[in-house]
Structure formats: C-alpha cells, structure tokens
C-alpha cells in the first residue's frame, strides 16, 4: 500500500494542496478571475482538523483546549506576522498617502484575524487592483479558516465531555446540521448580498464542514488500525482522480467565483477535490494520485501557505510601483480576482513569491513549531509549561521579534493617523484667508492665487474634507429612513442647527449628500443674513427622489425617508424657504447631461403650494473616467497621485498623466505642475452640463430661486480638480468642505439679488486644455500651441503675478509702473477699473491685458473684441455682466 493511501500524512492530499496553491496563484496573476484553489484549501483543512480534534478531547492525556489554540496560533502566526509587516512597509512606500491609513487598519484586521469582515463591509473589490484592492485582501480566507477552526475546537470539546462513548455520533449530527444550514444560508446570501457572502465565515462554514464529514467517514478505522473504506478498483479510481482534477482547474475558467461562490456552484470544485482525495485511497497510487505525488507538487504543498501568504502583496505592490492598471474587467463581485499584468511581470512575481515562501517557510515557519507533543497543561497557570517554552531560547527570541513586530503594526493606525492630522489644524486655519486661498473666487473674481503654498484641505486627512453635518451626526446614511433633526444622529439635545443659531428666521437644506456638500457656505451664508440653516439629509436620496442605490438596487428607505421629510417640512415650514439641488445627471451613476427629473418638480411645487419658496441650486460635473464603462472618476485621488507621480489613468490609455514624474515639492506646487494635475484630473464642461441649465425652463410658475454657481468650478469649457490653491473635490464629485465655502458669496448673491438674475450666458464646450510640460494631449488630437507668444502658461485658477498686479491696478514689476491715474510709467500700461468708460490702452508688445475704452472690459486679443472674463460673453455697449465687475470685490461684508 502506498504511503498516500493507509498513513496518517496523505503525500497526495499535500500535492493536492500544492495544485490549489499553482491555481491561486496562476488565476491571480495570469487569469484575473476566482479559481477554486480557497475553496479547495477549506475542504482539505477540515478533513483532518474534526477527526483529530476528536480523537484528541477524547484521551485522557490529550492536549487542553488552551494547548490546542496555542498549536494553531504556533504554526499560523509567526509568518502571517512577518508578511502583514513586510506588506504595510511596502504599502507605506509605494502606495498613495491617502491609503496609508486604511492599509495600516487592514493590516490590525489581518493580523487579527477578522479581516474578512473588514472588508465584506467596506465595499472594496478585487476588480481594481491599481486603485481599490488591499495588498491584506486575499487574507480573508486565513481569517475566516480560523474562525471557522476556533469555533468548532469549542464545540468538538464540549460535545467530548458531554457524549463521551457516543461523542462521534453526537459530532456527526452536529456537524451534518451546521454544514446543511451554512449551506443554505449561503445559497439564500448569494441572491440576497453576495458582497457579504462571499466574506462571511457563516457562509465559507459549510466549505470546511463537508470535509470535515469526508474525513470522519474516509479516515474510519477497524479495531486493528486499518481503513474502514473497502478497497476500490484502480480503474475506477482513475477515473474518479481525472474527473475530480477537471472539475478543479475548469472551475476557474467557466464559473465565476465572485459572483457564485460559496454559492450552490461551489459544489463542484469542491466534489472534485473529495473525489480527488478518495481515488489516493486504498490499493497503490495511479493516476492523478501518482502526479500529486510528484516532486513538484509535494514541494507546492508543503510551501502552500507561504506561497498563498506572499504570492497576492507582491502582485499589488508591483502593479502599483509600475503603475499598471488592470486590463481584466472583473466580473462585478466581491473578489474579481486580480488583473492580468505583462507576462513577464507576472513571472517576475510568481518567481519572487516562491522564493520568499520558501525562504519564510524554512526560516520562520518550521523553526517556531511545536517540535514534540507537549504534556498536557492549562498553560496558563503552569510555571513548568512557561519554562519549558522560554528555555529554548532560539524559540524564544524569535517570539519576542514576532512579538514586537505585532505590536508595531498594532500601533500604526494610530500612528499614522496622528501623522495625516499632524499639519491639518495650522493649514485650516489660514482655509478663509482669500488674499492666499481664493479657491472659486479665483474663478468668480480672478483673484489671484499666490505660487508656492500647500493645497488645502490636505487630502490624507479625509475628516478634514468633509461638512460639518457629517462628523456632528446631522445626516442619515442609506439604510435607515429617520429625520435627522438633532446632533449625534437624534442621540443629542443639540439641534442640528448652523449659521446664525439663535435666530427666529430658519431656511432648510434638505437631500442628499449634493444639497449637503453646500453646507460650509450655506453656514457662512446664514451668519451673513442672520438665517438659522437647518439641514434634513440622507445620503443619496434628493426628496421625492425615485434613483436608486448607487449600487443600482432599489433604494426604498428614500422613499420613505422623503415622505417623512416632506411631512415634517410642510408641519414645520421654514420662515425663509428650502435649499436644494434643481438638476442631477440623467443616470444613477453620474452621466450627463443634466436633466430636471420630475419628481423634483413636484417637489417643488407642494412647496409653492404651502408657501415655501425655493432655493434651486445647480448640480455640479460628476466627473466620469474618459472610458464611461469604468465609471466615476475620483478627483481626490488622481490629484494625489499625480502629485507623487504615480498616476495609473482615468480610464483611456492615451491620455493618463503616466509620464508626470509629481510635483518636485508637496508643500509647494508650481503653477506649471498644477496645470498639469488640472489636464489630467478635470473633465471637459459638456460631458456634465448642457449650455444653459434646463431648470429655468421646467421651474416655471413655480416661486423659486435659481442658484447656479458652475462658473466657480467651471472655466473656458474645463472644470479642473484645483482652484486657488484648493483641491476642489473629495471624491468624484463632492467638494471639499473649504472649495465650498469659497462659494459663499457667490452663493448668497444670486440667492438675495433683486431683482433675481437671469441665466448665465450659453456655457462654452472645451476646446483645448493649455500645455504643459508632462501634460499628455487627449486621445486623437495634434498638440496645442503655447498659451501665448512666449510659451508661457498659467494653471487654472491662478494668474502671473504680474498680469494680476496689472489687473488689480497696481502694475508690473517687469512692465508697468503703476502712476495713481493709471497709465503706466511708460504710457502704454493700464490698471484695471471696474467701470465703464474709465479710458484704454492698445498693446504695445509688453504682455499687459489691454481693455476696451468704450464698455472698460478686457480685449480677447485672438478676436480684437472686449468680453466678459465671467461669463465669456462678448460684450457691446450697455451689456450687463449678472457678475461684479472683472476684478472688483462683491461688498458684502464677509470677513474671512
């Protein structure tokens, strides 16, 4: 008999370990899909783990319960330990800042051992490895195994002392049950939240469970040791080896794990492994046993989980280092599986893998084992036991080194997160001050954004990107449908009030996270006008709203949650009216153009009916990646990127900012650089916007105010990621909490002007972004020229000093000596004047903006014709910008 088919070490269940472990790997790196490698894993471990586990609480001079977790966590946790920090290390090198502190909480997650819930509930996928996969994430599996093996160490012991004679009877039903109901409980998951299934360790039970019931009944024995299982004919086991091998390997190529396991179709890599086991069993080894036996696979085996443990950071790092995106579209489920990568990028890493694994699993992994079986002991009240461990003092040291390594990666969230907040409060501080952080009122204004300063808010510290509402609990999430009246989520007597909070006069603003976003400068708004700004939100769900989920499931808590709304606002009006988006996109996800869905005209109109007048603010871009198919395109994290110089694209190949090398300071981005972030970042006006806002048109008759403030965010047909020195977005199409209060003026100025402001003139589509040095032209057009004569050019949102100095008046260091009347020192140069008719200027070569002596706005010098800096208008005499004048201030009093 061989030795795979009667000993207690199964060399073929240890070469079917090292086939799971090729096929992880291989399906990883090459294939970008699930193989049925994990699942496989899971059975093997149970096979042997209930029938040892029982035979061991049976014997009276058998390890204790303590004694037997302590040998699991001996043989798992040293090297998970080593890997988890050699991974965040990694992470923290070549991954953006804005990561470091997720990766540093899933690697506590993974050492932990709850990994798997960290992400079933955090919505992070395999299906990008380049910008939303965790180096951690395939350590869910390891996770969920231990659970799974801690839980049923409880259980196997109880049932030992409690049945005794019949305690393999009593297990046997224990654990036919709990398999059955994890069974079923994964099938119902897997229609219901596949996200959670796929994680869940009560949904993977049943995986570890089935073979659990395979060992008890394969490893049989009669009285005199040999197996119980008759002896089955060679032929019949080659068959069943080639049809368990086939079943295995074409898992992976026609089933889609992601969406399907642990899923009824489960069953099937899973039935072949166990027919697989069974043909190694009984008579000498053939076939598929005889290849599992073989060298190649018995090495696979034994390095398995080294190799398993290694094989997926070292992919997700290298990608990242390369800056390779993913060229497999994963499938849409939990775990798409990985990218395919360049196949000698590929080669490169399973080569690296293996020699890691096996360097780890000669030097950390065998080394701390448990060399013999211990006397039985409660370990922690043992002197003897504690003694007997510390004087091996090899074994000893290595566990301190494991030990401190722990406790380093313990301590790295907080660490890091003290690091992220570290310059937050100082940087905020000077948020207000618009003389160095115009942010739109560089756009609004041209006022001038000064070079070499920091981007606020820093964008590693995500709390500092957000409104007030959020971190103060005045907004429901998806699930619930509660009104949210009162601070820490109703749990407070505080009201959820902002602005001027003792005033009588209130206004709501009432949603979703678009209406929330306008919260700082609704606060400065309600300070200014001495309004009380109350604000009624859910995440997602604009009132009256039928969108889903951005999920693209039903979102019934919206609905629920708006007629609660609706209800308390027509009980409660406001005294000064409701402040809300009037248009979206004409998609869930965010696709223009624009449109009034209506539903928000009906909306509106029960508030016209019941006497509340409306504030209708127009939404803004929701920036989509250059190939719509990948979706929204994150402006937080392309404006990091960029700056460290490790772009991977936004979704078209010729046009992703890969040959920008970053900003050559963090602290002090150059206009240049700027605009180079800007070209890549930003999104043309007309993939969101149309010319002129529909809502003018489908709000008609209706008592309502249109707000539209897109020309602080939108400039000559591009809307870019920074403005005036602040980074306008903290995802795809959130402002960032200090963007949005540089709105503020403009904002309360179209909500109080009287008489109320028409629309903006049509908005100009994008013609061609200025070049830059590192700037990579969109896909299919020729370079475009300099931005002027002399190949200067200027980021958006930022002026030369010396055109500013020229426009507010002052002159120019180089050109223009600004006399009080002013005419420059040489007679050609002019300041700016805010008024018609104030006198002109032809250009003599010196660079200085010239301006129309008739109507005093500036010469667009490509057509000869003044035009409004504002709007883009060309203007003829008595034209009336609905903005100040280019340049001047807007007088209303706020202090910054």
């Keep these: 008999m061989a030795k795979s088919a009667g000993t207690s070490f199964r060399t073929d269940i240890e070469g079917l370990r090292g086939l799971a472990i090729a096929l992880v790997v291989v399906f990883h790196v090459f294939v970008g899909k699930v193989s049925a490698g994990v699942d496989v894993f899971l059975l093997l471990g149970g096979i042997f783990f209930f029938s040892s586990q029982l035979n061991n609480a049976r014997r009276k001079n058998g390890l204790t319960i303590v004694q037997s977790l302590l040998r699991i966590v001996r043989r798992l946790f040293p090297l998970l330990a080593v890997v988890v920090a050699a991974t965040l290390a990694g992470s923290l090198f070549v991954m953006s800042k804005l990561v470091h502190v997720t990766m540093a909480q899933d690697a506590v997650g993974a050492l932990g051992y709850y990994i798997n819930w960290v992400l079933a509930f955090s919505g992070r996928e395999y299906t990008n490895v380049r910008n939303t996969v965790s180096p951690f994430q395939h350590l869910w599996s390891m996770s969920a195994q231990l659970q799974i093996y801690v839980a049923s160490l409880l259980v196997v012991v109880l049932i030992a002392a409690i049945f005794r004679r019949f305690a393999k009877g009593a297990l046997l039903v224990v654990l036919t049950a709990g398999t059955a109901a994890s069974f079923a409980y994964a099938c119902w998951l897997n229609v219901d939240n596949q996200a959670l299934n796929y994680y869940s360790t009560f949904s993977r039970f049943w995986e570890v469970g089935l073979g659990g019931l395979?060992?008890?009944?394969?490893?049989?024995?009669?009285?005199?040791?040999?197996?119980?299982?008759?002896?089955?004919?060679?032929?019949?086991?080659?068959?069943?080896?080639?049809?368990?091998?086939?079943?295995?390997?074409?898992?992976?190529?026609?089933?889609?794990?992601?969406?399907?396991?642990?899923?009824?179709?489960?069953?099937?890599?899973?039935?072949?492994?166990?027919?697989?086991?069974?043909?190694?069993?009984?008579?000498?080894?053939?076939?598929?046993?005889?290849?599992?036996?073989?060298?190649?696979?018995?090495?696979?085996?034994r390095i398995s989980y080294a190799l398993y443990l290694w094989h997926w950071p070292l992919l997700v790092l290298v990608v990242a280092w390369m800056g390779q995106r993913s060229s497999a579209k994963a499938a849409g489920g939990p775990s798409g599986g990985g990218t395919m990568v360049d196949p000698l990028v590929g080669a490169g890493v399973i080569a690296a893998s293996l020699a890691l694994a096996w360097l780890s699993s000669r030097l950390i992994e065998k080394p701390l084992r448990q060399g013999k079986k211990p006397a039985r002991s409660w370990v922690l009240w043992s002197p003897k036991y504690w003694w007997n461990s510390i004087k091996v003092w090899p074994k000893t040291i290595y566990t301190?080194?494991?030990?401190?390594?722990?406790?380093?990666?313990?301590?790295?969230?907080?660490?890091?997160?003290?690091?992220?907040?570290?310059?937050?409060?100082?940087?905020?501080?000077?948020?207000?001050?618009?003389?160095?952080?115009?942010?739109?009122?560089?756009?609004?204004?041209?006022?001038?954004?000064?070079?070499?300063?920091?981007?606020i808010p820093p964008l590693e510290d995500f709390k500092a990107l957000l409104p007030p509402t959020q971190p103060d609990g005045c907004q429901i999430g998806f699930e619930p449908a509660v009104v949210i009246t009162h601070k820490n989520y109703n749990q407070s007597e505080e009201e959820c009030a902002y602005g001027d909070v003792n005033s009588d006069r209130t206004l709501y603003v009432i949603g979703g996270s678009h209406s929330e976003h306008y919260m700082p400068a609704m606060d400065l708004v309600g300070k200014q006008r001495g309004l009380k700004i109350m604000p009624l939100l859910k995440m997602g769900c604009p009132v009256g709203s039928t969108v889903p989920l951005w999920t693209g499931e039903d979102y019934p808590s919206c609905r629920e949650w708006s007629d609660a709304v609706m209800d308390y606002i027509l009980k409660n009006p406001p005294t000064d009216g409701i402040f809300m988006t009037g248009t979206r996109p004409n998609d869930y996800l965010g696709q223009g153009p624009e449109v009034v869905p209506d539903e928000y005209v009906d909306v509106v109109r029960k508030f016209t009916d019941a006497g509340i007048h409306s504030y209708l603010v127009r939404d803004n871009p929701w920036h989509m990646r250059r190939n719509p198919e990948e979706g929204q395109f994150n402006q937080r994290e392309c404006v990091s990127e960029m700056m460290e110089g490790n772009f991977a694209g936004n979704g078209d190949p010729n046009f992703d900012g890969t040959d920008f090398p970053g900003v050559a300071d963090q602290n002090a981005p150059t206009p240049e650089e700027i605009e180079t972030i800007n070209s890549v970042c930003g999104s043309a006006v007309e993939e969101s916007l149309l010319p002129v806002s529909p809502q003018y048109e489908a709000y008609q008759g209706l008592d309502v105010t249109h707000v539209d403030p897109t020309l602080g965010y939108c400039k000559d047909g591009w809307c870019p990621s920074i403005i005036g020195n602040m980074a306008v977005y903290r995802d795809a199409h959130h402002f960032t909490n200090v963007f949005a209060a540089s709105l503020a003026p403009e904002i309360e100025r179209q909500m109080f002007a009287d008489p109320p402001l028409g629309p903006l003139p049509p908005l100009k589509p994008f013609v061609a972004f200025p070049p830059a040095d590192g700037a990579v032209p969109p896909a299919g057009e020729e370079e475009v020229p300099p931005a002027d004569e002399d190949g200067n050019s200027r980021a958006i949102g930022s002026l030369d000093k010396d055109e500013f100095a020229a426009l507010e008046g002052q002159g120019s260091d180089s050109d223009v000596d600004a006399n009080s009347d002013g005419t420059g020192a040489n007679g050609t140069g002019q300041g700016i004047s805010p008024a018609p008719g104030t006198g002109g200027g032809a250009d003599n070569g010196t660079g200085v903006q010239q301006y129309d002596p008739q109507t005093g706005y500036p010469i667009e010098p490509s057509t000869g014709l003044p035009y409004d800096p504002n709007t883009g208008a060309v203007v003829t005499p008595g034209y009336q910008s609905p903005y100040p004048p280019y340049g001047g201030g807007y007088g209303n009093g706020y202090s910054y």
């Design 214 to 301: 395979l060992g008890l009944w394969l490893l049989r024995r009669r009285k005199d040791g040999s197996l119980a299982i008759p002896p089955i004919p060679s032929v019949w086991r080659w068959i069943m080896g080639l049809a368990g091998l086939a079943a295995i390997i074409c898992t992976g190529l026609f089933l889609n794990g992601s969406e399907q396991f642990p899923g009824p179709w489960t069953l099937v890599p899973l039935v072949g492994a166990a027919l697989v086991v069974i043909s190694g069993t009984g008579g000498r080894p053939t076939g598929v046993t005889r290849m599992l036996e073989s060298r190649v696979f018995q090495f696979l085996g």
């Design 400 to 455: 301190l080194v494991i030990l401190f390594i722990a406790g380093a990666i313990i301590a790295s969230p907080t660490y890091l997160q003290e690091q992220a907040e570290a310059n937050t409060e100082d940087l905020m501080a000077h948020a207000m001050d618009r003389s160095t952080y115009p942010g739109a009122e560089s756009f609004l204004y041209d006022r001038y954004a000064p070079e070499g300063l920091q981007l």
